[in-house]
């Protein structure tokens, strides 16, 4: 897979759809309730529109059958998603609860996948204006679009305060007593909570020690970030120690657990 090609074109594609994220943001928008029970934007459909566009383009330029797989999309049925090699795993915006809160703790994801092992992400944070991506044999960094500025990513070493991020919308009973577990282990815990795939982000830059998830989300909501991730040499496991996998008959992730 060339990763000349695909690094500019995916960062060129996140930046497109922030912008336009950003301008509906910005202005009075109208919010609709999916079937399950979740809320859809005009900017989740725009950010949508972008990128799978432009990720065709993309597979045409590659000249390579790479499945899209996203939260907007009506998806193959598994008969048929389960004989692509390799996939994009799209959430054009994570955290649509947070963008209708607007309080900025939301983001744009593509992730790839080889054999249903992420092998790259990208993650855009709209209202920092930046961009995240790393992957396998790829140091994963941070791009700020407005300034130019690079940076690369390094996990937190100190434990001293231990930093825990949570969920702002989905912090439950099971994840309070995974808490008064690790204060047993440390001295010092620091629990953060903010919303979408950021929390991921903020264990591969180094901002938070750990992240467990005791509650649903889709293999969209962790791909891209799962990728930044293996970038600076951290992964996702499930409860049992095992990496989590995708594009899988049943799209839900279980449990999991960064480390």
């Given at each position: ?7 500019p ?114 993650v ?5 204006n ?34 825990v ?63 930044v ?31």
């Amino acid at each position: 897979m060339n990763l000349s090609i695909i690094i500019p074109f995916l960062k060129e594609t996140i930046i497109l759809a922030n912008q336009k994220i950003m301008e509906i943001y910005q202005n009075d928008f109208k919010i609709k309730i999916k079937s399950d029970d979740s809320p859809l934007t005009i900017a989740d459909l725009e950010s949508n529109k972008i990128i799978c566009f432009r990720l065709e383009l993309l597979n045409k330029k590659l000249q390579e059958n790479i499945l899209i797989i996203s939260e907007e999309n009506k998806n193959l049925d598994f008969t048929e998603r389960k004989n692509y090699e390799y996939a994009w795993l799209i959430d054009p915006i994570d955290g649509t609860k947070e963008f209708i809160k607007k309080n900025g703790e939301f983001t744009t994801n593509i992730g790839l996948i080889k054999d249903g092992k992420v092998i790259f992400g990208m993650v855009g944070i709209p209202c920092q204006n930046v961009v995240y991506w790393g992957g396998i044999n790829v140091p994963s960094v941070k791009y700020n679009y407005k300034t130019n500025e690079l940076s690369f990513l390094k996990p937190r070493i100190s434990n001293n305060p231990y930093i825990v991020v949570t969920s702002r919308s989905h912090l439950n009973q099971a994840t309070v007593d995974c808490l008064e577990q690790i204060k047993t282990k440390y001295e010092n815990v620091k629990t953060v909570s903010t919303g979408s795939s950021i929390k991921m982000l903020m264990v591969a830059d180094g901002i938070a020690n750990f992240y467990p998830r005791y509650g649903p989300t889709m293999e969209w909501d962790t791909c891209a970030a799962h990728g930044v991730l293996k970038g600076v040499n951290k992964n996702i496991l499930d409860m049992n120690n095992k990496e989590l996998v995708y594009n899988k008959e049943n799209l839900l992730n279980p449990f999991f657990k960064l480390c």
